[in-house]
C-alpha cells in the first residue's frame, strides 16, 4: 500500500515523539511491503511564529491531499500566560477538527501489565480495564457564540448541538460497541441541560437498531466518580465536547502515564492521529519525553487502513519494551532511564 500521511509535529516535545513515531512506523512499512510519503507541515505555536496563522492554509492543502494525518502536540506557556493573545495554538486545532470534519475522538484507555503498579489507582481496581472514549469533537460549548458584554464584567459561552451531530458520534459508539464488549454508556447531564436530553433522547431512538448492544445513560458526574472506582466496567462510552475533554484526561491516568496514551479523531474521509498529552515543554529538547502514545497513534493509524498485523506489531514491541525497562524517565522509577530517540531506535530496530 501506498500511503501519504501529512505530519504535522507542532510545538514543544512534539517534534521530538513524532520523529519516533516515523522511526517505527518507517520500519513496519519495510516489513510489510508498504510505502510511506510523510509530507511535513507547521501548526500551533510554530505555525504563528512563521506565518501568523496557527494552522495555515498551505497545512490544510497537506492535510486535505493527504490519506492520513500523524499530528504531535501544540502549545506554548508564552500564550498560556497571556489571556489578551488574539491568536493562540489551540484556534488551529479546532480549526483544524473542523476543518477536516473531524467529529469523532477516539480515545482508548487500557493498562498494561507491567506498569499496574504504576497507576495512582489500585491494581485490583484498575485490572483488566479496557475501555474507549468516544468525545464529539467539532460541536458544543466549544464551538457556540462566545463574548463578553455589560462592559466586559460578564461573559458567556454557548452550548449548542443538533440531531445530526449526536446522531452521527452515536452511531460510531454503537459501532465501535458491536465489535468490542456491547456495552454502550451516553453519558449526558440530562438533569439540568437541554443539549444532554437532546443527546439522550437520539441516542433512545437509535437503540432499536442495535438491539444486541447494551446501552446505559448515566450522568457526566456519576462517570467521573465511577472512572476512579470501576474503570473495567466500562466499555465504550460516548459524550459531548467538554464534557468529553474532561473525562478523557481523567481516564489517561488510569495507565499510570499520560505518556502511554494514543487517540485518533475520524471524519468521514480522514484520519488524524495524535498521542494524548500535551506539548510537555519543560521537557521539549532535552531527550527525555515519552515517545510511547505517539507510536501507539500511528498503531491506530495503521488499523485504521485496516492494516491490523502492522498496528499489533508495533502493540507488541512497545508491550516488549515496557517489560524489558526501554523506558523514558517518567516510566523508569528510578532505575536505568533512555531518551526518547534511543527508545525510538530500539522500536525501530526490533520491528
Request: with cysteine; proline share 5%; hydrophobic share 40%.
Amino acid at each position: 500500500m501506498k500511503l501519504n500521511i501529512a505530519l504535522l509535529a507542532g510545538d514543544g516535545i512534539g517534534p521530538e515523539v513524532i520523529d519516533q513515531a516515523v522511526k517505527v512506523s518507517d520500519a513496519v512499512a519495510s516489513k510489510f511491503g508498504h510505502e510511506l510519503t510523510w509530507k511535513p507541515a507547521l501548526t500551533g505555536a510554530a505555525a504563528i511564529d512563521a506565518v501568523g496563522e496557527p494552522y495555515p492554509d498551505e497545512t490544510h492543502e497537506i492535510c486535505k491531499s493527504s490519506d492520513a494525518v500523524l499530528f504531535g502536540a501544540i502549545g506554548h506557556p508564552k500564550f498560556d500566560n497571556d489571556p489578551s493573545a488574539k491568536v493562540r495554538p489551540e484556534q488551529g486545532l479546532l480549526k483544524m477538527r473542523k476543518a477536516l470534519g473531524l467529529f469523532a475522538n477516539v480515545r482508548p484507555t487500557f493498562t498494561f501489565p507491567s506498569l499496574l503498579d504504576k497507576s495512582p489507582l489500585k491494581k485490583e481496581r484498575i485490572e483488566g480495564t479496557d475501555l474507549v472514549f468516544l468525545r464529539e469533537l467539532t460541536g458544543g460549548i466549544y464551538f457556540g457564540e462566545k463574548g463578553r458584554r455589560e462592559e466586559g464584567e460578564t461573559a458567556y459561552d454557548n452550548c449548542v448541538y443538533t440531531r445530526e451531530e449526536v446522531q452521527r458520534l452515536a452511531k460510531k459508539g454503537f459501532e465501535l460497541a458491536m465489535t468490542r464488549g456491547k456495552k454502550l454508556c451516553c453519558v449526558d447531564k440530562a438533569n439540568v441541560l437541554e443539549t444532554s436530553r437532546l443527546w439522550r433522547e437520539t441516542v433512545q431512538a437509535m437503540e432499536k437498531d442495535y438491539p444486541e448492544v447494551e446501552v446505559s445513560y448515566e450522568f457526566v458526574d456519576a462517570v467521573a466518580m465511577r472512572l476512579v472506582q470501576w474503570p473495567n466496567s466500562y466499555d465504550v462510552l460516548i459524550t459531548e465536547n467538554l464534557f468529553g475533554d474532561i473525562l478523557t484526561d481523567e481516564a489517561s491516568v488510569i495507565s499510570g502515564s499520560m505518556g502511554l496514551m494514543p487517540s485518533a479523531s475520524l471524519g468521514s474521509d480522514i484520519g488524524l492521529f495524535e498521542p494524548i498529552h500535551g506539548s510537555y515543554p519543560q521537557a521539549a529538547g532535552k531527550n527525555i519525553a515519552n515517545p510511547m502514545a505517539t507510536v501507539l497513534s500511528a498503531a491506530m493509524m495503521f488499523e485504521n487502513f485496516g492494516l491490523h498485523a502492522e498496528g499489533k506489531a508495533i502493540r507488541e514491541v512497545v508491550n516488549k519494551a515496557l517489560n524489558e525497562g526501554m523506558v523514558t524517565e517518567d516510566l523508569a522509577d528510578g532505575g536505568k532511564s533512555y531518551g526518547t530517540s534511543e527508545v525510538g531506535d530500539w522500536l525501530a530496530s526490533n520491528i
